[in-house]
């Protein structure tokens, strides 16, 4: 069916920039693919016969598997290309990489990068629809989209819900964006952990800043665990992963700071017995599985609408 949604972007390249109703729209169509997706798992029609590139240039495995998922679902043809095996090795740059990719019918260009900003630039040198997958410590913005898209699944609302983003907030772009969509749709967001790894400087995009973990996870509803990325890092932020463990990291007994119905999260991939214990993982608490699902149907959703904004389509939904 053709639905009048709010959108017209052919990009997208982080979550600051979108309104909440066009996060509620990514949302909206992601609830009609997840439902569809439940009743027949059948595939939908909407790109069949077009080329999904995913031009991963950084490593990857959830968040380039949900979109190859997201692509083929939706009825395209997929592509993955990796930076050890495309000729940017060979000294090709990127906007030759992208043109090329142009010239050979690709319809859209998902991309991860190590440098920030380079998927707005690629979105200024390709006619085709860029999506970012990912850029340095920026911006992440369909993992935030699809964080939130699972807690309102628990919620129903994240008005005046209190979400704690707990870890290396400094170096992630999952945190970044994640602290624009909560706040966008409502949340008080609150961001914990060592000084080193969570500036006061953060206040400044309105969140609350803790350095103590059991108030940071007592009056929450959700708890987001971060790893460490210690890819980013060109210093040493603590003196080792087992001080850091041993002061902010998610056990069994700090657990019981958490309120009943309480729920935690990790975008992954997990450190198990860093940043949280494995049964704390795996417990009922735990909707890290469920974010890797609700990951295709966000993806799908994202696909879909900007493939039609560039296009001219009207937005059909299952």
């Not at 380039?64 to 940017?88: C, H, N």
């Not at 987001?224 to 890819?231: A, G, K, S």
């Not at 003196?239 to 657990?255: D, H, M, V, W």
């Not at 699902?293 to 993806?299: A, C, E, F, K, S």
């Amino acid at each position: 069916m053709s639905q009048s949604l709010a959108w017209n972007r052919k990009d997208l390249i982080d979550v600051e920039h979108l309104s909440r109703d066009e996060i509620e729209t990514i949302f909206t169509a992601a609830t009609a693919f997840k439902r569809a997706m439940e009743a027949d798992d059948k595939k939908q029609p909407y790109l069949e016969g077009r080329t999904v590139v995913n031009l991963f240039l950084e490593p990857s495995t959830r968040t380039r598997l949900a979109f190859e998922v997201a692509a083929s679902r939706l009825s395209a043809d997929t592509i993955t290309v990796t930076g050890g095996a495309s000729s940017l090795t060979k000294g090709e740059t990127l906007r030759d990489t992208a043109r090329n990719m142009e010239a050979l019918k690709a319809d859209m260009i998902i991309m991860r990068h190590s440098a920030s900003g380079a998927p707005n630039y690629l979105s200024k040198v390709v006619d085709i629809p860029v999506i970012n997958g990912g850029d340095g410590s920026h911006a992440h913005p369909t993992q935030a989209l699809l964080d939130s898209f699972t807690l309102l699944e628990k919620f129903g609302s994240l008005e005046g819900k209190r979400i704690t983003i707990l870890g290396d907030i400094l170096f992630s772009r999952v945190a970044r964006s994640n602290i624009w969509c909560l706040q966008k749709l409502g949340a008080e967001v609150t961001i914990a952990g060592p000084s080193t790894l969570v500036p006061k400087e953060f206040e400044a995009l309105g969140v609350h800043v803790c350095h103590d973990l059991q108030e940071a996870l007592e009056d929450a509803d959700a708890v987001m665990l971060l790893r460490i990325q210690h890819e980013r890092q060109t210093a040493t932020h603590f003196p080792s992963i087992g001080e850091y463990t041993s002061t902010f990291g998610l056990n069994k007994q700090r657990a019981k700071w958490l309120k009943l119905g309480a729920i935690i999260m990790h975008p992954g991939p997990i450190n198990r017995g860093v940043e949280i214990d494995s049964e704390l993982a795996d417990s009922e608490q735990s909707v890290v599985l469920q974010q890797v699902t609700n990951g295709i149907v966000v993806r799908m959703a994202v696909l879909h609408l900007c493939y039609c904004a560039h296009n001219g389509k009207s937005i059909e939904l299952p």
